[in-house]
């Protein structure tokens, strides 16, 4: 077997669901080695089997620095596979493991970029970053891990499973705790004396839903989903006096957390329950996910997009995703204008999901030549 492949199954084989990302940094770092290339080993806080591993390759001239990165991490594998889904099985042209699509093929892109450019030295000034990241798939802890330890870098390339298009803005998300109180009673005096929360929340759950958001001429607009609702006592026979929502907001630029609480409090205060709901941001460990968009000529997207072609003969368009990834942090926290593209697949995170390995090859030849054309 070809030696990329062999990598990209041997990542594949690696179990790295999310807080288990500790073997497959170990691994990589051991391919860093060999290249001739050292690893930097990063931990999050106490999450000592979840590390994230990067590396810098310096052509010893002065220049710009290039990142190149994915997550290490997979979700579970869940139920109703066909094959083992720790064990690639090739169908076609289509590889078969949980982590095929998303995103082991992206890892080993990089991988194979990174060794290209140790023998070819002399083919870029500056620098190139590479980074393995863990926990994407829950808190994003990894990356979030980096920007402590002062990541920088002038342009990013964010080898996320999407080939037929390049994404160059994503939108933000919040989680909003919505509490709203009434008064409890037993319920036999209700409707004349107490008040109902549920019925309350009921009411202004459908008034969120209706509030407006800002529009991009991509990322199409912001969104109110009441998520999760919860109140009063099954088991007693009280009118329920608090009850609780979780309001999802995705957002758009121009839309921040700060805008959103005001909408909501525009709302009470209209009507006219203001001292009955209290609003806040749910707590996180690390930062909620803001909203980016970069410029379509910027010459990181339209160098990828100039590559593709050539590698691909086909046209790369730029995309814009309604959802939020490491991407995020990256554009918004670290200021490093962010392409998203690697190579892709089906089923992403359900059964049976599956790789392209042409795309991971594709996606080596195009990261050589953009880290090339960028770094000159
Ligand atoms: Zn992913």
Not at 184 to 200: K, T
Not at 232 to 238: C, F, H, K, M
Not at 266 to 273: A, E, K, R, T, Y
Not at 318 to 326: H, P, R
Request: charged fraction near 25%; aromatic fraction near 8%; hydrophobic fraction near 35%.
């Amino acid at each position: 077997m070809e030696k990329m492949e062999k990598l990209y199954h041997d990542l594949i084989r690696i179990n790295s669901v999310s807080g288990n990302e500790k073997e497959i940094a170990y691994f990589i770092g051991q391919k860093l080695e060999e290249m001739g290339l050292e690893p930097h080993y990063s931990q999050y806080k106490d999450m000592e089997n979840s590390i994230t591993v990067s590396t810098r390759l310096d052509s010893g001239r002065s220049g710009k620095k290039m990142l190149l990165i994915g997550h290490t991490d997979t979700v579970a594998f869940g139920e109703g596979w066909d094959t083992d889904p720790l064990e690639p099985t090739i169908v076609g042209d289509r590889t078969y493991a949980r982590g095929a699509m998303d995103m082991k093929g992206g890892i080993t892109a990089i991988l194979e970029t990174m060794e290209y450019f140790v023998n070819h030295k002399d083919e870029f000034d500056g620098e190139i970053i590479a980074a393995f990241v863990a926990d994407e798939e829950v808190l994003s802890r990894g990356t979030y891990q980096l920007a402590a330890e002062g990541l920088e870098a002038d342009f990013a390339i964010m080898a996320e499973c999407r080939f037929d298009n390049v994404a160059i803005g994503f939108r933000g998300r919040y989680s909003i705790d919505v509490s709203v109180f009434g008064k409890a009673i037993h319920s036999q005096y209700y409707p004349d004396q107490g008040d109902n929360a549920i019925i309350r929340a009921g009411m202004l759950a459908a008034e969120i839903e209706k509030l407006p958001t800002l529009t991009h001429p991509n990322l199409k607009h912001g969104t109110w989903c009441v998520r999760h609702i919860q109140g009063g006592n099954p088991n007693a026979l009280v009118v329920p006096e608090r009850c609780d929502m979780l309001v999802e907001r995705f957002v758009v630029p121009g839309e921040t957390y700060e805008t959103c609480e005001k909408q909501l409090k525009d709302l009470v205060v209209s009507l006219g329950i203001e001292d009955k709901v209290q609003i806040k941001l749910r707590p996180r460990e690390l930062p909620y996910m803001e909203s980016f968009s970069i410029p379509a000529d910027l010459d990181i997207v339209t160098v990828l997009q100039k590559n593709y072609k050539d590698v691909v003969e086909k046209d790369l368009p730029a995309s814009y995703d309604l959802s939020v990834c490491d991407s995020n942090i990256l554009a918004v926290t670290l200021d490093i204008p962010t392409v998203t593209f690697g190579p892709s697949g089906g089923n992403m995170h359900g059964a049976n999901e599956y790789g392209y390995f042409d795309q991971v090859v594709a996606c080596k030849e195009i990261y050589i030549r953009t880290v090339r054309d960028m770094l000159r």
